[in-house]
């Protein structure tokens, strides 16, 4: 079989201590899953059903990297998260065996156009632009669940700059890991590949070229990226 067009590199991250790298195949993301974030964003943390939105695995960009500020935004936020890696899929995940299909874990952030993203929300859009868009997930190294264990409680944090801008705790997420796998599957097969990046802490922010990110989890390494000039 012969393609049209040239095919695409498959996306992939470093994996801690290796030369190997972990092939990704789709990013699902949780939305508002800690309450004080909730409750930044204008909205009321009780303990509702998760909801996910997703970005493509081609917008994963390294530990390190210059972001360029991306169009039609001029309110680039940040949001510092937890990356869990899928090697085992499925459909209708039971909670008590979620943490069997875990690779590894990873630090991530979920770039947003938030006034994009804020925009599409009031006129009952999907949020795609404002999350969605080219290097809009810059992941670290992923480490295997062999080195840290499973991650359900732990620092998690954001400087920019130097100066601290979101502080927290995985334990704080309201809905736990093996949660989240058990119902993103109640509705979507997990495959081998899948990242679902976790919701972020408070004290998102806007950033602007020039500006420096670094953030981390305990166990898990740090991430750093900066944000230069736009194309």
């Known amino acids: 079989m012969s393609y049209v067009l040239n095919v695409a590199p498959v996306p992939s991250i470093p994996v801690k201590g290796t030369d190997d790298r972990f092939p990704v195949r789709r990013i699902f993301c949780v939305g508002r899953?800690?309450?004080?974030h909730a409750r930044e964003m204008g909205f009321d943390p009780d303990r509702e059903p998760p909801f996910f939105f997703t970005k493509p695995g081609d917008a994963i960009v390294m530990d390190g990297a210059e972001i360029p500020y991306p169009p039609m935004t001029g309110n680039f936020h940040y949001e510092i998260e937890l990356v869990v890696a899928i090697s085992g899929g499925g459909l209708n995940i039971k909670e008590s065996e979620a943490l069997e299909h875990i690779y590894g874990y990873a630090v991530g952030l979920d770039m947003t156009r938030r006034?994009?993203?804020?925009?599409?929300?009031?006129?009952?859009?999907?949020?795609?632009?404002?999350?969605a868009f080219d290097n809009s997930a810059p992941i670290g190294e992923i480490t295997p669940v062999a080195q840290c264990g499973h991650v359900d409680h732990g620092h998690i944090w954001l400087d920019v700059n130097g100066e601290r801008q979101q502080d927290g705790d995985i334990n704080q997420l309201i809905w736990s890991v093996p949660e989240v796998i058990a119902h993103l599957t109640q509705s979507i097969a997990l495959a081998p590949g899948d990242l679902i990046m976790t919701g972020t802490p408070a004290g998102v922010g806007p950033v602007v070229a020039g500006d420096r990110l670094s953030g981390g989890i305990d166990g898990l390494g740090g991430l750093s990226i900066s944000i230069v000039d736009p194309l």
Do not use: S, T, V
Not at 33 to 36: D, G, K, L, P, Q
């Open 33 to 36: 899953n800690y309450a004080e």
């Open 115 to 131: 006034d994009l993203q804020l925009f599409m929300r009031k006129i009952g859009r999907p949020w795609c632009w404002g999350k």
